[in-house]
């Protein structure tokens, strides 16, 4: 009866559920995205409490509150370096950064004052939802309990990463499901396969015995309380919203509780300020677009890699619009320069012919949508896999940002801004993006109300989440079976043996 009121109210709109959002991935993008859904379900009419460690402009809409972790990226900054994770730069590398900035982020955050001001709500305050970013670190899960378990949808502005999926027990194939961070296809050679095997199982079991456990110890510490097993802790999710779509990632099996709302970040377009207008309003030839996202910072490049880049621009006819973070002596006139772009609004312009960029999965989704072809310098975690899918779709050019001469900068954007193979690509790729009934953003609010409606949606779980590894694989019934086989080869021999001695054939004079 409850929720026949509850699905009527919110039918009717007039339900307004108080939802606790935590996303705790130290990574300005991340928040970027999930503050999308969050603002769309405070337009729906709830009130969204997010817990991150982002800094939002106070009153920035009412129910929207935001509680920071604060000064995070300046601990950060003195304790991570991303400069450090690109130069070592291999697979196994990338993975262990991964697990090492989830710890890193686990222990600052329960000293946080940010923590401790969620963690003071009223002992009996409740929440309708908890909407959690399991991208990364998890060790927050104690909130989960502290409000007296309601419904979790969890969350991530990623791919289904090997250590997700394994959790919600969806298929996994190493076989062609390339590991994000290496640089295979979703067809893979003998070695490949092989390699990429051993990167997924890795990465899995490094979540499950060393990360996970190690959280939920200080996590124990932290919250003061007797928290349940982590791993446990997945079987009461309601569902999980992923961010990738089939127009642009390999197509996968997913189990119904997990549901694709890949680009949910990219909005309608806004108008340019004045001096972006201008810029755009005097490129005659177009404007190529330079970014490198939030994480990676333009200190990243040396003083002769910068002179370079800014030789080959000053040799194009186009406009290049470069979002970099500090200010650049003997810029050339069409070369415009800032700290912070709006990227979805400049792609999303028509005079926009070319994206440079790292390729993670955020660019790349908006960059696919408003079906501007890339040059991409991928450095780290996903971005090489995206790149080698983008090339394997002939929408990109990859750029290796450890030879930046002046024949390979030009070259890549030329072929890019020349060839029409890329636009043409791009555009067939964007119009499948497109083409959807409901936008991703819509997808997930309807997600996150049935929820809040009917409560865990069940008659969506597998089995397979109450059972073992090795039950869900029949690795059991393969033993058994094995077992059988060897046991009739046994018999059948004995029989063998034992006719052999009872009826030996006579021997037959020929003669
Ligand atoms: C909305 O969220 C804020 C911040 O968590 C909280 O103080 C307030 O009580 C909530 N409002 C309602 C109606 O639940
Ligand atoms: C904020 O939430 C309250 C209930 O929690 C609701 O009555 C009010 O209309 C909401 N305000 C806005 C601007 O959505
Ligand atoms: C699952 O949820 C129930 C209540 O809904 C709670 O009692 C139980 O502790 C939760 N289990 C885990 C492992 O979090």
Redesign the pocket.
Known sequence: MIQIVYMFLVLHGVY?A?ILYIAPLGSPSHYLWNKVLALELVATGH???MLTHDYEKKDVLT?Y?VITIEDFYEHTSKHFYIEDVILKGNTIQNILDLHDYAKLTCDYDFQSAGFQKLLN?PQDFKFDLIIFDITGPICLYGFISRFHNPPVIAITAFTLSPHLSYLFTNPLYTSYMPHFATTYSNKMTFLERTLNFIYTYFDIVLAMYISFPYQHQTAIVAFNAPLPDFVETHKNFSLFLINTDFAMDYPTPLLPNIIPVGGLQIQPLKPLSQDLENVFNHAEHGVIFFSLGTNINSKIFTDEDINTFLNVFSKLQEVVVWKFNDSLQNVPKNVFISKWLPQNDILGHPKTKLFITHCGRLSTQEAIYHAVPMVGIPYFIDQNENMARLINKGVAVYLNNKHFTFGNIHGAITEVLRNPKYKYNIKKMSEKFKNYINSPLDRAVFWVEHVLAYGAPDYLNAPSRDMKFYKINNVDVFLFLLLCLLLLCYIFYCVLQISKIFFKQPKIKTN
Request: charged share 0%; aromatic share 12%.
């Open positions: 307004s108080n009130n969204v409490t129910n509150t709500y």
